[in-house]
């Protein structure tokens, strides 16, 4: 038989606290472990029960459900809190989200309703604390960056939408325009976008044409080298496959492998991943020196930046490891850097201006927009996201590729037209 989902109710009402235990009583996969008056008490019992789900009522005297649920989120980070409003309107959906809840229902609300929430919140739940636990067992920490081998960093995010591969193809350009040795890896298998970006053709060489010598542990780095496509700007690309059926050839061993051939050859090595916790994505992310994670300010942004931090967090990474980089930073439509930095418990390491009318001429073009309007503040703000992670340029860095790939840049007409 597999565990019962143990539930902790929160209400104020002692009716409603004793209605909600009967209905779940009939629940076989359900277990109702406590009943808490009020926030305070609620953080108590769930530190010492350690529930799977916690039913909140969002408007309790004393310590009301925001407040505790956002103590919840530090005392037991892996108890979904399911909020409960009679208010359905915007704003108290909004709270709930920012302080970390998983689901928001509206009462009254039938059995169904109840009863289907809870499931869905741990299946959500046990399915991140799954993958989770694979990639630790198989976790040997990686080569050490100790000077002589390249810095890997993971550009993710955990929503999809929010410019990650528009940051990771320009930060790589950025940081070739300061004399570094740089490799870009798409590691989206299955919809990878850092080739037309580029205005790279991915049909030719690719890491699915590589999966084989991956798997069997064989080849060097001179072997990964000839899989990987130049650019006019001086970066190297390891190209996700061509089709999403081939994504299967890269596993997380397949990638790993790769990164670690990879640091003795670049100084930066820069992985575009995937906005989901698949395998590879955790070994990626397990694997990298820095993890830049993007968000934007909207609220379902902030809310999934929220879960993968405690997912880092179970993962053991070291805060410095993760940094917070705000995509369009200056944008008066979303919520205030603020209150985005009070949801999240931390302070947001780098920001990047909206400019919209730049990113997307470059994109529609085949040219990062770091060549192709270079005095953009959005470029300026990459520029010093690349110092910041490369480090000083070399002295004698005086003509660089991504100079020339620049002034070429205004030649380039359109991203249909495929380089070979």
Not at 159 to 178: E, P, Q, S
Not at 270 to 277: A, M
């Amino acid at each position: 038989m597999t565990d019962r989902i143990k539930v902790l109710i929160v209400d104020d009402i002692a009716e409603t606290r004793d209605h909600l235990s009967k209905l779940l009583g009939f629940e076989a996969d359900i277990e109702v472990v406590g009943a808490a008056a009020g926030g305070q008490e609620a953080v108590d019992l769930a530190t010492g029960l350690q529930p799977n789900v916690v039913l909140m009522d969002i408007n309790m005297p004393g310590m009301d459900g925001i407040t505790a649920t956002e103590r919840l989120a530090a005392a037991v980070p892996t108890a979904a809190v399911v909020m409960m409003s009679v208010q359905g309107e915007a704003d108290y959906l909004r709270r709930s989200m920012l302080a970390g809840a998983r689901e928001f229902l509206v009462k009254p609300f039938s059995s169904d309703e109840l009863t289907a929430s809870i499931r869905q919140v741990w299946a959500r739940e046990r399915d991140k604390l799954s993958r989770i636990v694979p990639v630790m067992a198989g976790h040997d920490g990686g080569p050490e960056n100790d000077g002589e081998l390249g810095t890997v960093v993971a550009v993710f995010s955990p929503k999809g939408g929010v410019g990650r591969t528009t940051i990771a193809v320009n930060l790589a350009v950025a940081a070739a325009a300061l004399g570094k040795r740089v490799a870009l890896v798409d590691a989206s298998f299955q919809f990878g976008d850092v080739g037309v970006l580029l205005n790279l053709n991915p049909r030719n060489k690719s890491i699915a044409d590589l999966a084989a010598e991956l798997q069997a542990g064989e080849g060097d780095a001179e072997s990964l080298q000839s899989f990987m496509v130049a650019h006019s700007s001086g970066i190297r690309v390891l190209l996700a496959p061509p089709t999403p059926e081939q994504a299967e050839l890269v596993g997380p061993t397949e990638i790993k492998r790769a990164l670690v051939r990879l640091r003795p050859e670049a100084d930066l090595i820069v992985v575009d991943c995937p906005s989901s916790f698949n395998e590879p994505t955790l070994a990626v992310l397990d694997e990298a020196d820095l993890v830049l994670t993007v968000l934007t300010l909207e609220i379902t942004s902030v809310k999934n930046m929220r879960l993968f931090l405690e997912v880092a967090d179970q993962l053991g990474y070291p805060p410095d490891k993760v940094r917070l980089v705000l995509n369009r930073a200056d944008s008066t439509l979303g919520i205030r850097v603020a209150d985005v930095e009070q949801s999240i418990g931390r302070k947001v390491d780098h920001t990047i201006v909206s400019d919209g009318r730049s990113v997307v001429y470059a994109l529609n073009r085949g040219v990062p927009f770091y060549l192709s309007n270079r005095e953009a503040q959005v470029s300026h703000d990459i520029g010093r996201l690349a110092a910041a992670l490369a480090g000083p340029s070399p002295a004698a860095a005086v003509s660089r590729p991504a100079d020339k790939a620049a002034k070429a840049a205004a030649g380039k007409k359109s991203l249909f037209a495929w380089r070979s």
